[in-house]
């Protein structure tokens, strides 16, 4: 239940991170009259929703009442097999076409991402927000994807067998036909992302 609450807090903070990227002056200070910068915004969002996230999935094995030692022990090494033996399949497939409701954080690769969300975490704003904004002129190295607009699936990943929902996904624009490298999106609900078109079932 903990678990729940807390991923549904991370879920809302990325949303108040997708309404300040969109329109900052959404967040003006009435006193002072100033109107937050987008990356600053962003950099406190992000922090929010992965303490809240990460949190989440700490407390979530530990959430059931205990039991003893030795049954846990077992029933954790056969859980284990079977995540072990099990292929668990990202419930995005390659090649969809998706959509972002809210619109959503993305970065241009695997590494910007994960370090912008430990930074994040780790309660390092300042750097954080350093992603946001162009930095030597070869424009921010994260950005915001526009709400309602396309794109193209090239791949998908579950990070954690126990939390399937939770996946990394690697777009591009619907346009582009052929590309080995796309711009990373976590995604942590399924309400996140829409999937407009999904590929035919292989055999």
């Known amino acids: 239940m903990l678990s729940a609450i807390l991923n549904a807090l991370a879920f809302a903070m ?6 300040a990227l969109i329109n900052p002056k959404w967040f003006k200070n ?5 109107v937050a910068k987008r990356g600053e915004l962003a950099a406190g969002g992000l922090f ?3 303490l809240f996230a990460v949190i ?6 530990t959430s059931a009442p205990s039991k003893p030692a030795a049954t846990n022990e077992a029933a954790q090494q056969n859980h284990n097999e079977a995540v072990t ?7 995005i497939r390659p090649e969809s076409i998706v959509e972002f409701p809210k619109g959503e954080v993305a970065c241009i690769n695997r590494e910007d991402l994960q370090q912008a ?3 994040g975490v780790t309660g390092r704003q300042t750097k954080t927000q ?14 915001m994807l526009p709400a309602g607009t396309k794109f193209k699936v090239i791949d998908a990943e579950v990070n954690d067998p126990s939390h399937p929902d939770i996946i990394l996904l690697e777009v591009i624009g619907t346009e582009v036909k052929a590309s080995d490298s796309g711009a990373f999106v976590p995604v942590i609900d399924r309400s996140m ?4 078109k999904a590929p035919p079932e292989r055999p």
Do not use: S
């Open 30 to 34: 009435k006193k002072a009259g100033d």
């Open 117 to 119: 969300l430990i930074l």
């Open 56 to 61: 989440g999935w700490m407390v979530g094995p």
């Open 85 to 91: 033996e099990a292929t668990v399949k990202p419930w």
């Open 48 to 50: 929010l929703a992965g």
């Open 130 to 143: 350093a992603y946001f904004e162009d930095q030597d002129g070869n424009g921010p190295r994260c950005l």
């Open 193 to 196: 992302v829409k999937i407009v």
């Open 14 to 19: 990325l949303i108040v991170v997708a309404a």
